[in-house]
């Protein structure tokens, strides 16, 4: 076996390893977006070693770690997280594992029209949450019935007729068009009172093409250096002694199988709430490096 060297030491399961322990036992919020943010860039693109690094993910069960985060009180950090599982979903079974476990907690984040969320999330945060349930649902009818089940619809209509932000309704107006596409949904949209007009775009709208007709994915590096900032910082400087919180809140996912709770989870996991399980049955153990490449 050749000695690995160079930029491939960075996508090797030890990495991986190494970013999903950060990600499971910090509780500051720099850590946890720049974790995030490293394996948003790791998956990112079409290469052979994005292609491991997505299903290296799944095999060291770090869908379910980053799916936890997606309720985290920092911004910053749900923007990273949605956007490394946009980047983790192009990997076919990982698209299934997320769109069938993570999609409550996708929508959660999602402001109504002009009202937010709790939270108060940004536009770029709510932007990249709606990217990546475009990218969930896209090619799949299944992961879009997840998303109506997710009472997302309502939000969606919402934010593309009364969002003050042009690029919410533009993603918002993409995952409409996409779910509306499903010939085989309609009926079940149209006893919930929805119709043809509800998905239309309010403007007008082209879809981001893409290279050789692939799925798009972001390679935005996370995180970056602020200016002013002594150290390695990409929060608010107000943020610095806060510890890592979650929302109050829960979402019934009883419609699905019974989901195995992670007894080394050592923070915000909700006594009442099951952890989510996004982990590949058939992934037991992960393979051998060389049995990837």
Not at 61 to 66: D, E, I, N, Q
Not at 266 to 274: D, M
Request: with cysteine; glycine share 4%.
């Amino acid at each position: 076996m050749p000695l690995i060297s160079g930029f491939e030491l960075l996508y090797q399961p030890e990495v991986v390893r190494l970013y999903l322990s950060l990600l499971t036992e910090s509780q500051n919020y720099n850590t946890l977006e720049a974790a995030a943010g490293a394996l948003q860039n790791l998956s990112a693109g079409q290469w052979m070693w994005s292609n491991y690094i997505r299903a290296t993910v799944r095999k060291e069960k770090g869908l379910p770690v980053l799916v936890e985060l997606l309720r985290s009180d920092s911004d910053k950090v749900v923007r990273a997280v949605a956007i490394a599982l946009r980047n983790l979903s192009i990997d076919r079974r990982n698209k299934d594992l997320i769109g069938s476990y993570a999609m409550r907690d996708l929508v959660s984040n999602l402001p109504s029209g002009q009202q937010r969320p709790a939270k108060n999330l940004e536009e770029d945060t709510v932007v990249a949450i709606l990217n990546t349930i475009h990218e969930i649902v896209t090619d799949s009818s299944e992961n879009a019935r997840s998303l109506i089940q997710a009472q997302a619809i309502e939000k969606l209509v919402a934010i593309n007729r009364t969002s003050q932000s042009a690029r919410e309704t533009k993603a918002a107006s993409h995952v409409l068009q996409t779910v509306w596409s499903y010939k085989e949904l309609r009926n079940a949209l149209t006893k919930d009172g929805w119709n043809k007009t509800h998905f239309q775009p309010t403007v007008a709208v082209t879809p981001k093409a893409t290279k050789n007709g692939k799925p798009g994915y972001d390679d935005t590096t996370l995180p970056l250096m602020e200016k002013n900032q002594d150290g390695y910082s990409t929060i608010d400087q107000r943020d610095k002694d806060c510890k890592y919180k979650t929302a109050d809140g829960s979402a019934d996912l009883t419609e699905r199988e019974p989901l195995k709770n992670d007894t080394n989870r050592k923070h915000y996991i909700r006594s009442n709430r099951p952890a989510v399980s996004l982990v590949d049955a058939c992934d037991v153990k992960p393979q051998p490096v060389d049995s990837w490449v």
